[in-house]
């Protein structure tokens, strides 16, 4: 959704943020769909001694591979902080992740949508690359934060048939883990 400003609904410092109003889906109802929008909004989170800020809220794993989450958010135009709370989510920052439904990688990139994307999912540089354009096709769809990631989780269609997040226990639950992180970060 394009507003009249020409941007996409969920840059647009003017358009109504999904997760309010009397209709729309929520994870607890308190704003914080404001807070994450504005911080999507917002863009990187900057750097401190080479390495971006949100890194020492992590594990040594993240460091390894938080000069490429940077440059994956950057390349796709999200904050580099929400992108490194979903690839904890979904992989732990392991590349060699792989799960039960056979989601590969740092991104947990399902293979058809990698190849739609055209990356590499074993590849961890392209993986976050994929990673991170896909999160970004969410929030564009989407207009988002919340939407976005219930769509990384579960697939767009089940937030489009849902008309918000699905009543889906998992996918519930890894919203609400990633927004939780990214508003620590």
Known sequence: MVHSAGLPAWLDPDAPILGQGPTAPSLGGSGAADVLLERVRSGLAGAEGGQPTWVSAF?????????????AAAEAGIDDRLLAALVEAESGFRA????????????????????????????????????????????DRFGSVEEALAAYNAGPHRVQQAGGIPNITETQNYVRTVTDRYAQL
């Open 59 to 71: 594990g040594e794993s993240a460091r390894e591979w938080a000069p490429e989450i940077s440059a």
């Open 96 to 139: 060699d992740a792989v799960s039960h439904a056979g989601a590969i990688g740092l991104a947990q990139l399902m293979p058809g949508t990698a190849d739609a994307l055209g990356v590499d999912p074993r590849d961890p540089v392209d993986n976050l690359r994929g990673g991170a354009q896909y999160l970004r096709e969410q929030l």
